[in-house]
């Protein structure tokens, strides 16, 4: 179908793109640097996950079981809004605080993924937020 060619029409570009960031990243700041940055964006990816804590396919099914339902739609969205920004606000704040911990475990010598992890920690609760506020 259509959606679905779309779908991998994105997939495409996100796959495309992140071959040019590397490439970027390679020849401006070395092969070292790819793999701290790739480091960074897996940390950010399984903390974002965590963040939005599945509340985004929650607010999908519920949205689908009251389409007609303004009332219900609203406490839905409402609900999902504060659950999501207290836990990915908790999320965010843990990975904030836990990035020389987690630098450790990753990588001893090196400074650039707590640096990284500073940068992805404050971004998380928007993320989340904008994640399952966008669905409705």
């Keep these: 179908s259509k959606d679905i060619l779309w779908s991998?029409?994105?997939f495409g570009i996100v796959g495309i793109s992140a071959i040019f960031i590397d490439?970027?990243?390679?020849?401006?700041?070395g092969k070292a640097a790819v793999g701290m940055f790739n480091q960074v964006v897996a940390i950010y990816m399984v903390a974002s996950q965590?963040?939005?804590g599945g509340v985004?396919?929650?607010v999908l099914r519920q949205v689908a079981l009251f389409p007609?339902?303004?009332?219900?739609?609203?406490?839905?969205?409402?609900?999902a809004m504060v659950l999501v920004s207290i836990l990915s606000l908790l999320v965010g704040l843990l990975t904030f605080f836990m990035r020389d911990f987690i630098q450790f475990v990753l990588e001893k010598n090196s400074v650039s993924?707590?640096?990284g992890i500073m940068v992805?920690?404050?971004a998380l609760?928007?993320?989340?937020?904008?994640n399952s506020s966008a669905l409705p």
Excluded: T
Excluded at 68 to 79: A, G, N, P, R
């Design 8 to 10: 991998y029409f994105s």
């Design 23 to 29: 490439f970027v990243i390679a020849r401006s700041a």
């Design 50 to 52: 965590l963040a939005a």
């Design 56 to 58: 985004n396919f929650s």
């Design 68 to 79: 007609d339902d303004k009332q219900e739609l609203s406490k839905i969205i409402s609900s």
């Design 113 to 115: 993924i707590s640096g």
């Design 120 to 122: 992805i920690a404050p």
């Design 125 to 130: 609760p928007f993320f989340s937020v904008n």
